[in-house]
């Protein structure tokens, strides 16, 4: 059984995972079988008393206090208009050279594993026993299988990733912190790249290589979620001078984001 909810987390999750458990999907070759909130809250107006101080605003019996430091999302809007909005906070957020963001707007599936969940087989959710209940988002492999995965897995493989993430390097595709590069308004996807160091399994003549991640968006309660990662860390160029592949399976209505 599964079950979507909207959890944020951030990026201070603990994590046990190495680098090279969350690299094994992308090493994979083959057809990509994969298919791909909180809202403001209001603020009583402050009144001011005849001396002009101003009153602190009454709170309802039994509402809570805020918890201290916490900040209540901005209210995003579900059209095309508040997409587009919402990617360009994101990219100016992740040019600093930091991906965390991407941990910051997942959403997990409740997911309880079946007996058929422990067999081997490529694309089979991350379960180590029958009936365990796990947190896990939709992670694909750019030609290559993919399956449900703990978040603390995913998490592990963003953090580990933006260790590697070299800002001092540029290619055809512009700089190496990483940036929103190219989107698919309709379905709501976008391509994130950068540049990193050379990943273990790879070879690469300058020591760097330039990744892709196509992140797949739902609007949920007034946000817009991660509700899908594909990694590609292999061929990431198909998703930035797309080939007919990716337009067909990925990102149809591929634009360049500017």
């Not at 290589?209 to 817009?224: D, I, Q, S």
Request: charge should be negative; hydrophobic fraction near 40%; proline fraction near 7%.
């Amino acid at each position: 059984m599964l079950i979507q909810r909207w959890r944020p987390l951030v990026a201070g999750v603990s994590i046990g995972v190495l680098l090279a458990s969350a690299m094994v999907f992308a090493a994979a070759c083959g057809d990509d079988d994969e298919e791909g909130a909180n809202t403001a809250t209001p603020t009583a107006p402050v009144t001011e008393t005849a001396t002009g101080a101003p009153e602190t605003p009454s709170r309802a019996p039994g509402t809570p206090s805020p918890a201290p430091g916490t900040l209540t999302p901005t209210p995003e809007a579900g059209n095309r208009e508040g997409f587009i909005a919402m990617l360009r906070t994101f990219d100016k957020e992740i040019s600093r050279g930091a991906i965390d963001p991407i941990i910051a707007r997942l959403r997990t599936e409740e997911y309880t594993c079946k007996a058929s969940d422990i067999e081997p087989g490529l694309g089979q959710p991350e379960c180590k026993t029958a009936g365990e209940v796990i947190q896990a988002v939709l992670v694909g492999n750019w030609r290559s299988e993919g399956g449900l995965r703990k978040v603390e897995t995913v998490v592990a493989q963003i953090q580990a990733l933006q260790k590697e993430v070299d800002t001092a390097k540029s290619d055809t595709w512009g700089a190496g912190a990483p940036m929103v590069y190219a989107i698919d308004a309709v379905e709501h996807k976008a391509a994130v790249t950068m540049i990193t160091k050379c990943l273990p399994q790879f070879q690469c003549p300058d020591g760097t290589m330039r990744v892709a991640l196509v992140l797949t968006f739902g609007f949920e309660g007034g946000r817009w979620a991660v509700t899908k990662l594909l990694n590609a860390y292999v061929l990431a160029e198909e998703f930035l001078e797309p080939s007919a592949e990716a337009k067909q399976i990925q990102m149809p209505n591929w634009e360049r984001f500017e």
